[in-house]
């Protein structure tokens, strides 16, 4: 198990304030002993499992991490599962079936060492571990404090690097591969970048990181191979370490890591989602990734599992009710609540407290619907219609829940809508609102229906909140999700953290950016 690094004095100490607490949970040793708890106790964990198999001892490269996903989803098996088939899979290269076994081994040594251990002291035991010694250079007086522990800190994950890269390419010497001089090569200028942060840490006093570059680099280079020299210079090592000193004084060590990590990891191309030469989109997958691409990836590239939360299951089981509705052809009331109570045992909810309230709120909800539709003079003509359309180079498609047909007199033909169990939001709060724009644009491409407008129904809160789109948002939408398509196509998954889409994120455990 990757081991705390701090002192047991240090982390057995229960944090006081709630601001303590929460930094205690966001130091990057106490989430990986909270991965490896979780996937121990619940090995259904996709985001536990993930980040274990990300951090260190293992760090499984991302396109292995996706492929091993993808065979989970394909043979319906959880990620832990579908790693003990992977080590037997030709598609699965030497060196991910090493560390996947790494992991199956240490998982399997903790498991056995853990029998019987009550759960409350899962988590102590798992907290305990001597910090790792480390000689470092002293800093020097004068030296910016954050600029001398930011060296500090890559040259440590640095290392780490080098001495992975020695065992992993010192492994594949013994093989007959046609690649084995640049895998030398890669390890030569790894250290090389070790002398370089250690040039850089002990640099004359006053000199700034960038004049000493200079310097450090053209002796470097002199001393490299041609292909080592290639390889110097296409490292974005200098860009990390130029970023300046804002930058580097906030990045995580896990984002530092990722970036050092970055270079030698294989390209993620091969799980794009692709649709001949672009990529097949959908509106909540064009939301996603301008939320945070990072989260994007996690979601639509890695296809990281996440188990349905109650509110999802909930929203799902009404939407279920409202298309059987329609679909069926039912008219009255009693036909849509038998249909609630048939959703209700088919998606396996309980008689927990909040279930009960939730019930009643979706009965309550239906009331409602059912009421509006007697007294509305528009028609429901499709539901669930599906659509796809081309958009530049890629494919945009999804699915709009109900499409009614307007009496003679309104201001179009149709309208598209869209059922939400979310909290309501007002015509402002949709102003930049990408699905019903996207829809509007679906009607017009996919359907050829040049008259139509769009609305969310809020149905827990009885509210139809009309989204008007023109033109100019049709432009707009285009403009976005090109632009989408584009950051996806060039892999560029840097995290865009904020409170508010953080707080809603499933990939809170395995993402870099919410620790220190
Ligand atoms: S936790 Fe935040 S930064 Fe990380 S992937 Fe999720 S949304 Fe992005």
């Known amino acids: 198990m990757p081991a705390s690094r701090t002192a047991p004095a240090q982390l057995g100490e229960p944090p006081g304030s709630r601001e303590e607490a929460a930094a205690f949970l966001e130091r990057v040793e106490v989430r990986d002993v909270l991965a490896w708890t979780r996937l121990l106790i619940e090995p259904h964990d996709a985001a536990a499992v993930v980040r274990a198999l990300a951090r260190p001892p293992i760090e499984l490269r991302q396109a292995d991490l996706a492929r091993v996903i993808q065979i989970a989803r394909r043979r319906k098996l959880d990620i832990v599962s579908a790693l003990t088939l992977a080590i037997e899979l030709p598609q699965v290269p030497p060196d991910a079936r090493e560390r996947i076994q790494r992991f199956l081994d240490l998982r399997h040594a903790a498991e056995t060492a853990l029998e019987g251990v009550r759960p409350d002291l899962l988590a102590r035991m798992a907290l305990g571990g001597g910090p790792e010694a480390c000689e470092q250079p002293r800093a020097r007086p004068g030296d910016d404090v954050v600029q001398v522990g930011q060296l500090r800190r890559t040259m440590q994950l640095l290392r780490d690097e080098v001495l992975a890269s020695a065992a992993r390419i010192g492994g594949r010497l013994g093989e007959l591969r046609l690649d084995t001089d640049l895998d030398i090569s890669h390890g030569v200028v790894r250290y090389m970048e070790l002398l370089k942060l250690s040039a850089l840490l002990q640099r004359p006093s006053g000199e700034t990181i960038q004049e000493a570059l200079a310097d450090v680099n053209a002796r470097l280079e002199a001393a490299a191979s041609p292909l080592q020299r290639e390889i110097l210079q296409t490292s974005t090592l200098d860009e990390l370490l130029l970023a300046g000193e804002a930058e580097l004084g906030t990045r995580s060590e896990a984002v530092v890591r990722s970036k050092i990590g970055h270079r030698e990891e294989p390209s993620l191309g091969p799980f794009l989602p692709r649709k001949g030469l672009g990529l097949a989109l959908s509106a909540s997958d064009v939301e996603t990734y301008r939320s945070c691409p990072l989260r994007y990836k996690f979601a639509r590239v890695l296809r990281i599992p996440t188990a349905q939360t109650l509110q999802q299951r909930f929203g799902i089981a009404v939407h279920r009710v409202l298309e059987r509705y329609h679909a069926e052809g039912a008219s009255t009331l009693d036909q849509m609540l038998d249909l609630l109570d048939d959703a209700w045992r088919r998606g396996g909810f309980g008689d927990s407290e909040t279930e009960r309230q939730l019930r009643e709120k979706a009965r309550t909800a239906l009331q409602c619907y059912h009421a509006r539709l007697l007294a509305q003079a528009?028609?429901?003509?499709?539901?669930?219609?599906?659509?796809?359309?081309?958009?530049?180079p890629h494919q945009v498609r999804g699915r709009v829940d109900r499409v009614d047909r307007l009496p003679p007199g309104e201001d179009a033909e149709y309208e598209l809508i869209d059922y939400k169990t979310s909290r309501p939001k007002d015509a402002a709060q949709l102003q930049d609102d990408i699905q019903l724009s996207l829809y509007a644009l679906a009607a017009r491409e996919?359907?050829?229906?040049?008259?139509?407008?769009?609305?969310?129904?809020?149905?827990?809160?009885?509210?139809?909140?009309?989204?008007?789109?023109?033109?100019?948002?049709?432009r707009a939408v285009t403009d976005a999700v090109l632009e989408v398509g584009e950051g996806i196509l060039a892999q560029r998954f840097e995290p865009t953290p904020s409170q508010t889409v953080c707080a809603a994120c499933d990939y809170r455990l395995a993402c870099p950016v919410a620790e220190r």
């Open 446 to 474: 996919a359907w050829q229906l040049d008259s139509s407008r769009q609305a969310y129904h809020y149905v827990l809160d009885d509210r139809k909140v009309p989204v008007p789109r023109d033109e100019s948002d049709m």
């Open 378 to 392: 528009s028609e429901p003509v499709w539901l669930e219609r599906s659509f796809a359309f081309r958009l530049g």
